[in-house]
């Protein structure tokens, strides 16, 4: 993980120091890259504490295609309940508890437009499921033309505006190579303090999860950042985890058995022989 620690390190030196919707300025930078081969361990941050079960709760949840933060809490996550409370958007939830057509929604849900030219008209698109067929494909003819289309999306331009939150990590495209599996993940708005642990873990599960179910070996989770930023309340606890050396990368322990995406549960994902610095707080921005 020293390549995110040297993203911090380059971010604080060479940034440029922004205000935001939050009303708490950043500095930031445009464009980074980092690549984590998942043969070398499992990349969750060990210079401070991840919140592991936080975020394979989290993940489960954009799996099962639901928009209900109380859901989520049933796993003790609760990273969504400042939005699903939040002024801007309460007045447009259609329930108690309800996030719009965000991520999990977006995957599993994709609404497809409802023109008169279609014979079915409108309709459903369970993305993660084609993806997860079309990688299967791929794997068993990489000349097929759907081995450069292996992509999830949560960007819906024509609902954005039905999301407590529009997506950050918002575009992942897969590649086949082999018996491997590698994922590159787009993502906009990328808080480097908080947030960035929490997707890179995220995105190498998913990674991990979708080899599992279609016979693949996960290779490189490669994340390409957008607006990488820090906010300026979080310098002084960047500047403590930039004082922290790193220990080994944990293992990732997948249930053998489970062979379909839905069937994943909280006690079939663990982290083992994690070793980590003690967890720095900060205040995130809403």
Known sequence: MQQYLNGLKFILENGVDKPNRTGVDTRGVFGLQMRYNLGDGFPAVTTKKLAFNTMKAELLWFISGSSDVRELQKNGCHIWDANAEADYWKPKARFEGDLGRVYGVQWRHWQKPDLPNRQAGGGEVDQLANLIENIKKAKADPTISSARRLILT??????????????CHMFYQFYVE??????????????????????????????????????????????????????????DAVGEQLTRTPHQLPKLWLNPKIKDINQFTMDDIKLVDYEYDPPIKAAMAV
């Open 178 to 235: 082999g018996e491997t599996l590698s994922l590159q993940m787009y993502q906009r708005s990328c808080d480097m303090f908080l947030g960035v642990p929490f997707n890179i873990a995220s995105s190498s599960l998913l990674l991990s999860l979708i080899a599992q179910v279609t016979g693949l070996i996960p290779k490189d989770f490669v994340h390409a950042l957008g607006d990488a930023h820090i906010y300026h309340n979080h310098f």
């Open 154 to 167: 949560a960007w819906n331009p024509g609902e954005l505006d039905q999301m407590a939150l529009p997506p």
